[in-house]
């Protein structure tokens, strides 16, 4: 801005960034361009008529409801449906402890406005979730990357966390890693933070999105007092519908719904009943399994063309659910200079280094299965390989 | 919390508190009590049938966009709506400049995130919207509350809030005084405010609710690049879509996006593309229309109560538009002792003092005339004034 400009910006607005994802995805959004960048689920998965009959259900039940203002803590139908779930994933909560959000982005949002302090410390996995740390960012924290590895955060390393106002972590099919904690490094973890009194922010939203078996239970079904778990119906049913949720403990409940209603008074109310009149007939105990299996189908064509294609010195972990694999590459290959040539190639990823809270590694990309076909995801890869080839 | 708990709150924390509205509300939604505490549109005004068809048109036209991610700006052709209808009311607007938000409280917050440091000052009118003072409390600044009268902020008050990071105006039938700055006043703040470099936050959510001839232009389109206009789809077609819209100088946009993208990566998409389906063609041209004349009958049905029943001593102003009449009591007469009195004789209000930044006016109430029938309004002056004399 020019030395006339009326505006001074506040101190947080210098952490605020545009997001090197939306600007790589508005790049690769060329027509010819196979895009493995996208975190966006798959819209042949959209519930698309069970939408337009629930959407009728509201308009003609409850229409005057649907459209006025609302609760800030949530509908408490969709409350009550959220509590009973997690309830039956080994979860104890209450209702009262389910705060509706505009989606569970909102939810790392009030998070870091109730939690973060400028100058506290929040701990992350690394690599960990980009939105999170821009969610994070504004309340200007100091970030501190808990070391992982395969499985997670080290345990013999959550002591570089002391004093955090809490760790963040997504113990299921990480975004990016993929990776999903084991049940015996749930509860080390879950051990070393009460230990060290270091309270969790668990992060899920990709949990019911597993392939062969269910992920353990959750890191709050541990430790209910110390943790805040964020969930979201952006997976299972469709993001543009912008619906999550948070789950507190008692004490914090009070602040997050008044940080909520600052926010944006409630979440539109016409979605959440709409929502709920998808869900509440067991309609996700049909559909998502639908999802996992195209997912899964996905994931195994990506595993194939990786195993097929890639150069030597590639390393990967077969991800057993979600949506990404995560690739290392030879230790000399910066990934972020190698985007431009993919997508010459015709393919592009997201480098890995936007992903890092600290000691960004430059040869590691993440690479998304779930909006492209086999036949995509096979051309993408060999596309991605020959220019790994180029490169060397 | 205990001493036990593992979290610790955050400074701005302590600044968060329940809305003293939210909480009346939910005392006075007791059956058989007249409610004129509410700050809720009609639902008698909602145009469900409007809604029904164009969800129906949305989903079946444009189910996968309307339902994945999307663009953290907001959908391209309501923003082009946007700019283009308050060009009609005579602003220099570019939908570049135009950011749809979950709700024009969600603005206020983007607003206070990104101009607002601990210990910066605020101005605001006396008294202002609750809300706002909600929204920017959060970030900590000292409020000023700039002196007012029946037609909005005194010109010569204006040099108190000089420094602030800007003043915050309702200039249209504010929330909670009902007053409308004239054309003259207008002219008068802005100049003194461009001659003091104090730049403008004008929210406009009830400009459209005029009675018998439309608010003269907003301040925005005296001063463009000193000011960020906020709009809102609440109170014209329905609250619980939560659509907004917040326009900014370019040179702001920027930093409000990213702002807006960390909050909740954006307003979900489908209420997007459903208003705009419903809007598109001029249906407001009519439907606002029907609004006007509804409110201003119960604004009639109120004046004539007030006149008819209200005791020696009182005084308001008939607001122009909107939906709130705003009465002083006699000086001694505390608003908040005599609210348990009115409920005790069936009728509620909001009291006053809630709406000062500093200086709060006991003797004052809010008076809202939209969601109650004339019947309803004529039983609750009469039960009002009624409880006013017993406390005398």
Redesign the interface.
């Known amino acids: 801005?020019?030395s006339r400009?009326?505006?001074?910006?506040?101190?947080?607005?210098h952490r605020?960034?545009?997001?090197i994802i939306?600007e790589i995805l508005k790049v690769t959004e060329q027509p010819g361009i196979i895009s493995l960048a996208g975190g966006?689920?798959s819209?042949d998965g959209?519930p698309?008529d069970a939408?337009?009959e629930a959407?009728?259900r509201v308009?003609?039940d409850t229409?005057?409801?649907?459209?006025?203002?609302?609760s800030?803590e949530g509908l408490p139908a969709l409350r009550e449906w959220v509590a009973a779930m997690l309830r039956g994933h080994g979860q104890q909560v209450d209702a009262a402890q389910v705060l509706i959000?505009?989606?569970s982005?909102?939810g790392l949002?009030l998070v870091g406005?109730?939690?973060?302090?400028p100058g506290?410390r929040v701990a992350v996995e690394s690599p960990t979730y980009l939105?999170a740390l821009?969610?994070f960012?504004?309340?200007e924290p100091v970030f501190t990357a808990v070391d992982c590895d395969d499985d997670g955060p080290l345990p013999d390393a959550l002591h570089t966390a002391e004093g955090a106002?809490?760790l963040y972590l997504l113990p299921n099919f990480q975004n990016p890693s993929g990776r999903c904690m084991s049940e015996a490094r749930r509860a080390a973890v879950v051990a070393r933070a009460q230990a060290l009194?270091?309270?969790l922010v668990e992060d899920n939203p990709y949990g019911d999105l597993w392939f062969d078996a269910p992920p353990p239970p959750p890191l709050a079904a541990r430790w209910a007092?110390?943790t805040v778990y964020l969930g979201s119906f952006?997976k299972v049913l469709?993001?543009?519908?912008?619906l999550g949720y948070v789950v507190a403990?008692a004490?914090?409940v009070?602040?997050l719904?008044?940080?909520k209603?600052?926010?944006?008074?409630?979440?539109?109310?016409?979605?959440q009943r709409v929502v709920h009149e998808v869900i509440r007939d067991g309609f996700l105990d049909t559909h998502v399994p639908t999802i996992r299996a195209r997912y899964k189908a996905q994931r195994d064509a990506m595993r194939a063309a990786l195993e097929a294609h890639m150069p030597a010195g590639c390393r990967w972990t077969v991800p057993t659910g979600g949506m990404f694999f995560w690739v290392e590459l030879p230790a000399n290959v910066d990934a972020i200079a190698l985007l431009p040539k993919a997508v010459a190639n015709g393919v592009a990823f997201v480098p890995g280094a936007a992903f890092f809270a600290e000691q960004a590694r430059a040869n590691t990309m993440r690479l998304s299965f779930v909006t492209v076909s086999p036949q995509q995801i096979e051309r993408g890869i060999r596309a991605l390989a020959a220019a790994l080839k180029e490169a060397a």
Chains 1, 2 share one sequence.
């Open positions: 801005m020019t400009t009326p505006w001074q910006l506040a101190q947080r607005a605020m960034n545009p997001s939306r966006l689920p819209p959209f698309v939408m337009r959407t009728a308009l003609r229409p005057r409801e649907a459209l006025q203002y609302a800030s959000t505009t989606g982005q909102q949002d406005k109730v939690l973060v302090d506290s939105g821009q969610a960012a504004p309340y106002r809490f009194n270091l309270p007092d110390g952006s469709a993001p543009g519908l912008r403990p004490p914090l009070p602040k719904l008044q940080a209603q600052a926010a944006d008074l409630h979440t539109p109310g016409f979605n």
